[in-house]
T-cell receptor, first 110, second 112 residues
Framework: EADIYQTPRYLVIGTGKKITLECSQTMGHDKMYWYQQDPGMELHLIHYSYGVNSTEKGDLSSESTVSRIRTEHFPLTLESARPSHTSQYLC?????????FGPGTRLLVL | GQQVMQIPQYQHVQEGEDFTTYCNSSTTLSNIQWYKQRPGGHPVFLIQLVKSGEVKKQKRLTFQFGEAKKNSSLHITATQTTDVGTYFCSMYSGGGADGLTFGKGTHLIIQP
């Protein structure tokens, strides 16, 4: 298993709250990614980064934002959570094309 | 952009039967990766294929990359209950993260 961590693993929160999902990797990978995945469904790329100070939006439009101030850290923030944000959020990192996924954060917005 | 088709979406098999999932791309690929996601889990890397016509084996799993580098397959021989999960292909056509596309996955359901 790869050394990539996500916290929290589960989060239940009320509408309108600001939340930050944490993702850290200890492999020194430059590339990092955030995916959104509903149960039993496909992976949707919402953000990615090529390295420090690099952030790009993915294929799926998302109201979240990301930052990459340190190589090992790629947090995702929702300024105002809504029930439509309920999903699983998966973080991944890669050196080349092979991606190593974290365990995910399951978010429920009430 | 690159179009990726993965079929079938669902596959029900009896334990001991074989299983195959296919990925097809509209463009020539640099490489392809395969991942497995157990129910409730996260995708885990299985293998990468790079060369035209490449065939790789991992125990009961056989991975193939097409001669034209536009398609790939994953074949499981004599499925076991531990094979349950969703199998994703990830196709890379070059150009950074923009060139990396996941298939929609094939859900393997095994009946004992």
């Amino acid at each position: 298993e790869a050394d990539i961590y996500q916290t929290p693993r589960y989060l239940v929160i009320g509408t309108g709250k600001k939340i930050t999902l944490e993702c850290s990797q200890t492999m020194g990978h430059d590339k990092m990614y955030w995916y959104q995945q509903d149960p039993g469904m496909e992976l949707h790329l919402i953000h990615y980064s090529y390295g420090v100070n690099s952030t790009e939006k993915g294929d799926l439009s998302s109201e979240s934002t990301v930052s990459r101030i340190r190589t090992e850290h790629f947090p995702l923030t929702l300024e105002s959570a809504r029930p439509s944000h309920t999903s699983q959020y998966l973080c991944a990192s890669s050196e080349r094309e092979t991606q190593y996924f974290g365990p995910g954060t399951r978010l429920l917005v009430l | 952009g690159q179009q990726v088709m993965q079929i079938p979406q669902y596959q029900h098999v009896q334990e001991g039967e074989d299983f195959t999932t296919y990925c097809n791309s509209s463009t020539t690929l640099s490489n392809i990766q395969w991942y497995k996601q157990r129910p409730g889990g996260h995708p885990v890397f299985l293998i990468q294929l790079v060369k035209s016509g490449e065939v790789k084996k991992q125990k009961r799993l056989t991975f193939q990359f097409g001669e034209a580098k536009k398609n790939s397959s994953l074949h499981i021989t004599a499925t076991q209950t531990t094979d349950v999960g969703t199998y994703f292909c990830s196709m890379y056509s070059g150009g950074g993260a923009d060139g990396l596309t996941f298939g929609k996955g094939t859900h393997l359901i095994i009946q004992p």
